[in-house]
């Protein structure tokens, strides 16, 4: 996570290569794979088209990213979908691990989800890790929308746990994240960078002011 990311990711408007970087990279690639094959036609997800054993390669999705429109003031709309589209990825009995509105594309004119992206994390889990963490996506880097994420979980076709529970899978997240960055450049700039996001996300109180 040496700027941020997990993966390089490059397309060329019909097909996407992702190469994995990091610990556990040749698990994060098959589970990634593994993923989408299983969901397909069941979540709108990109279509497999290679694996290697270094790199998966998908079908282009045509779609605006979430955190786009977030930024064009669509937030309402974006945030209502992830809800929605959540819930129908949970009764599945899967956790995405690292779900919110970075990792999707969406219709521009009806603002339905049409790929669900990055299952590189994906596993069997809790649903408040996902919960908590788009709410920590939004928190993070639109903090001028915290007050609309109560459309993101109105949404969601489920019980929301309670601020303190959020919170805690948000914490455990971010600690999870540093000790992925630390194994992988040990002092690097993903590690003080996720140490600094860990006490922020810790510090956290319900009702922010932006």
Known sequence: MKHGYTNSTVG???LVVKCYQGPEAAFRLTTESRYLRRLRGRIPVPRVHQVTPTSLTVRFVDGRHGQELLDE?????VLTECGRMLGRIHRLGIVHGDYGPQNMLFDPST????????WEWAHPGRPVEDLAWCEWIVRSHHPEHVPLLPHFFAAYDGPVPPWEERRAAMVARCRELL??????EPGGPGESLWHDRLE??????EHVTT
Do not use: N, P, Q, Y
Not at 111 to 118: G, I, N, P, S
């Open 111 to 118: 603002f339905e989800a049409t790929a669900v992206l990055d």
């Open 179 to 184: 000790d992925f960055c630390t194994r992988w």
């Open 73 to 77: 003031g669509r937030a309402i709309e």
């Open 200 to 205: 922020i996300t810790a510090a956290w109180t």
């Open 12 to 14: 060329d408007g019909a």
